[in-house]
């Protein structure tokens, strides 16, 4: 290319890209130019559904992405759709705010309602939640600024009827700031951001909103629509031009616009496709269950199950193993509570040599250099008996063949939670406990800033916190990090525990007919392909086993961190339930393992990550530290119930560095998300689960043959 013509293609670009910008910021400005006050995500209100189907597809609360322009709120569904029209329109002027407190325990709720026609009446604008405070705050002051004052709601017999607030195309106002962009080369004059009128009905009276799309910096329709151009061609014939008569003359090619499907499209609605997608999915799932009912049959026997899990083979040494694992918990108990009386005898020690004369100096380094040998010992006590709760269930199950798989996989499984919770118990005591020999208090403590309260309401500190009921909560309690004390709910909902124990049954009945009727077959069926090395069908084995294997997986991750759980806190009124965030969403590998399982994530940082990079300065080696337990755990967790260690799961979880690192740089170098989510799919669903199941499952047809 020459440098004339690369000179014209730049200043092309830039020609369009101040267009563009130019578009942007008439969509981010109202009529009156009034800017973007507060922006965030609030919990919106919407009446309960009529139906019972209805109910299932939607829902009372929503989050949606609101915008405060001025005296007008507008929302939409998420930040990505502030470009299109808002779904809903709030004129502010005359409105005001009743604040309704905290809701179901920790949900902030306000309302913004104003006065109807009729003497007494009010009417709901639009009603909102968030589980912040201080972002309710935020959004009160904000609004009280605007011309909203805020009042207690009142106790009404019947809530407010609510408005329909939704985005209308009638009556819409044109914008002085897109008016100066409403000529192109093609010379039509378009409306680009035009601003819905205040106007609202009561829901059912109003005809359901018409979408109009905006054109882009080349005249390009969003919309694409007849409808849209109608439209645009009345708004036309408003300003002046002449109504032009509907006949055989009449103009149906106005302006330049892309087909729906290029990339010139700003955005467009595919949510057609998305219902196609579904019914696709629903009909291979129908498919595919009929095809297995008729190759196999009903293979589903809850005997088989419950007898599995109370077999009464090695009932003796399984009952020894348990006894071993709640003992080891007694010991640890009595080692922190030596630990501690150690240091207040170091304490008395050294009040005693200052009387003798010996400086407090010189009696504090000598308390604590006997210190530093007793926690030595402390040290090795503590290792020992947390070593043994752990290696002596994973040693017996391990070498005993006679113990049955089902019964060693909880043995296996309680005792390693065990053991992160005995560790952090452990650790969290002995910094605790330098803390007091230092005459310091740790965040969290009594005296401290910002203490966290226990259940009767009273704020703690070490050493108070050494009692049976205080370690015997942290047992119960849905964690694995240990802390003086815990935040907790206020209240024990027994309905909400009955529907979640309903579900609980229900998911995990569901759990296991996948496991006997769809995973268990193909597993067994992929045996040949890949012990005589057919590549070709065993790649089509892994493909088959991959759907119920996620089916699986998902059961699991719903029945064991959103179940199980939020039901284990509602008994032990733990108040902080965030076991998992979106992980679903993850854009890489290493996000992933940071939003998938809670728990063993803040374990991890607090006991791993953070001691080792304070050691060694170097956060990578923390990293890898991390994913090493992490992989010890993994195999531990599948061989030793199989009894047979082989090291898939441990490579395969220290497999997931590289893989780490390769996503992280996709990420960067590519800008799209949903690149690093396909990977992250696919290494799990695909290949990572299914291969790992039918690698254990060949080497223990092989032992036991």
């Not at 359901?208 to 109608?230: F, I, L, V």
């Not at 704020?459 to 004390?485: D, M």
């Not at 909400?496 to 609980?504: G, N, P, T």
């Amino acid at each position: 290319m020459a440098q004339s013509d690369l000179s014209q293609e730049i200043e092309r670009l830039k020609q369009e890209n101040s267009q563009l910008t130019e578009l942007v910021t008439a969509k981010g400005l109202l009529g009156n130019g009034q800017k973007l006050l507060m922006c965030g995500y609030l919990n919106k209100y919407s009446e309960r559904p009529g139906s019972w189907l209805a109910g299932l597809l939607n829902k009372e609360w929503n989050l949606r992405f609101f915008c405060l322009y001025g005296n007008t709120l507008q929302y939409f569904k998420t930040e990505k759709d502030m470009l299109g029209h808002p779904r809903g329109y709030i004129d502010l002027q005359g409105a005001r705010v009743e604040t309704e407190g905290r809701k179901r325990g920790h949900y902030w709720t306000f309302n913004v309602v104003r006065d109807g026609a009729r003497p007494g009446e009010t009417i709901s604008l639009v009603r909102c939640s968030t589980e912040s405070q201080n972002i309710a705050d935020h959004w009160l002051t904000k609004l009280k600024a605007v011309g909203c004052p805020s009042t207690e709601a009142p106790d009404r017999a019947e809530p407010p009827p609510i408005a329909d607030v939704r985005y209308k195309e009638d009556g819409m106002k044109r914008s002085s700031s897109a008016h100066s962009l409403a000529s192109s080369d093609t010379g039509g004059p378009l409306d680009r951001s035009a601003t819905p009128s205040p106007g609202m009905q009561y829901r059912g009276h109003a005809s359901r909103p018409t979408h109009s799309g905006y054109t882009s910096q080349s005249e390009m329709s969003d919309a694409g629509t007849s409808s849209n151009r109608h439209a645009t061609a009345q708004r036309q014939g408003s300003q002046g031009s002449p109504t032009e008569r509907r006949g055989a003359s009449t103009v149906v090619h106005r302006v330049c616009q892309p087909s729906p499907l290029s990339s010139e499209r700003i955005s467009y609605n595919f949510e057609g496709l998305r219902n196609l997608i579904m019914v696709l999915f629903a009909a291979t799932t129908v498919r595919l269950m009929i095809e297995n009912f008729l190759k196999y049959g009903i293979r589903i026997n809850p005997k088989n199950w419950v007898m599995a899990v109370l077999t009464p083979e090695a009932a003796p040494e399984m009952f020894l193993l348990w006894m071993c694992v709640f003992g080891c918990i007694g010991l640890i108990w009595g080692v922190t509570n030596v630990a501690e009386s150690f240091r207040k005898a170091n304490d008395q020690a050294a009040r005693a040599s200052t009387k003798k004369g010996i400086s407090p100096a010189t009696a504090r380094r000598n308390a604590n250099q006997l210190g530093g040998l007793q926690d030595t010992v402390i040290f090795l006590a503590s290792t020992v008996c947390i070593a043994a709760e752990l290696g002596i269930p994973v040693h017996s199950v391990l070498m005993n063949a006679a113990v049955p798989v089902i019964p060693g996989f909880i043995l296996i499984v309680v005792s390693s939670v065990v053991f992160l919770k005995l560790v952090s118990y452990v650790h969290c005591n002995w910094d605790l406990r330098s803390a007091r020999r230092n005459n310091e208090i740790r965040v969290g403590e009594r005296g401290s800033s910002g203490p966290v309260y226990d259940l009767a309401g009273k704020a703690i500190r070490y050493p108070e916190n050494l009692t049976v009921n205080n370690l015997l909560y942290f047992l119960a309690a849905p964690t694995l990090v240990y802390q003086v004390a815990y935040p907790r709910s206020q209240r024990f909902r027994i309905r909400w525990v009955i529907k979640r124990m309903a579900e609980l049954v229900v998911v995990s009945m569901f759990g296991l007919i996948i496991t006997e009727q769809y995973v268990s077959p193909a597993i067994v069926n992929s045996y040949g392909a890949f012990n005589e090395l057919r590549y070709l069908q065993a790649f089509e084995r892994l493909l088959k086993l991959s759907v119920p294997t996620l089916w699986g997986w998902l059961v699991v991750f719903y029945t064991l961190f959103h179940l199980l759980l939020n039901i284990t806190a509602e008994f032990t009124g733990f108040g902080d339930r965030e076991f998992y965030l979106a992980w679903w969403n993850a854009e890489s590998i290493g996000e992933y393992w940071t939003l998938w399982n809670m728990p063993v994530h803040h374990w991890m940082i607090r006991h791993v990550y953070i001691p080792i990079k304070s050691t060694t300065g170097n956060r990578y080696v923390g990293v890898l530290a991390s994913f090493f337990v992490s992989a010890i755990f993994h195999e531990v967790l599948i061989a030793v119930p199989l009894h047979r260690i082989k090291g898939y799961a441990f490579f395969g979880m220290l497999a997931q560095v590289p893989m780490v690192i390769v996503t992280e740089w996709l990420k960067r170098k590519i800008k799209k998300p949903f690149v690093g989510n396909v990977i992250f799919w696919i290494s799990f669903c695909i290949i990572g689960q299914p291969l790992c199941m039918i690698m254990y499952y060949h080497d223990y047809v092989h032992s036991h043959a």
